[in-house]
Nanobody, 125 residues
Framework: QVQLVESGGGSVQDGGSLRLSCAAS????????MSWFRQAPGKEREFVAG???????RYADSAKGRFTISRDNAKAMVYLQMTSLKPEDTAVYFC???????????????????WGQGTQVTVSS
């Protein structure tokens, strides 16, 4: 079992930045691919960025060049640095853990075994 707790959400202006954090506890953190998803009202949950414990990270096209995922395996933390935020980035952001797909980074929510409760990000124009 893995417990995930997100933090760092908030409200920013168009063009602003935020850094999301996800703290993991439970099973060995290094075994998991860690990803960020987001869900806007009335929309499906979508992949944002993902990182295996070692190897190539992946980004959604909407995140490339603006968002950076990183992880600190020693601290069992994963981060999402978001810059140049746009109103369309407004969503609840979720941290998720996938225990079986290493070294791949799956982009479908059903591939993930554990989820955090989410943190709200609101970008106003």
């Amino acid at each position: 079992q893995v417990q995930l707790v997100e933090s760092g959400g908030g409200s920013v202006q168009d063009g602003g930045s935020l850094r999301l954090s996800c703290a993991a506890s439970g099973r060995t953190f290094n075994d998991y691919t860690m990803s960020w998803f987001r869900q806007a009202p009335g929309k499906e949950r979508e992949f944002v960025a993902g990182s295996p414990w070692t190897g190539t990270v992946r980004y959604a096209d909407s995140a490339k060049g603006r968002f950076t995922i990183s992880r600190d395996n020693a601290k069992a933390m994963v981060y999402l640095q978001m810059t140049s935020l746009k109103p369309e980035d407004t969503a609840v952001y979720f941290c998720a853990a996938d225990r079986t797909s290493f070294p791949l980074v799956r982009q479908t929510p059903s591939s993930y075994d554990y989820w955090g409760q989410g943190t709200q990000v609101t970008v106003s124009s």
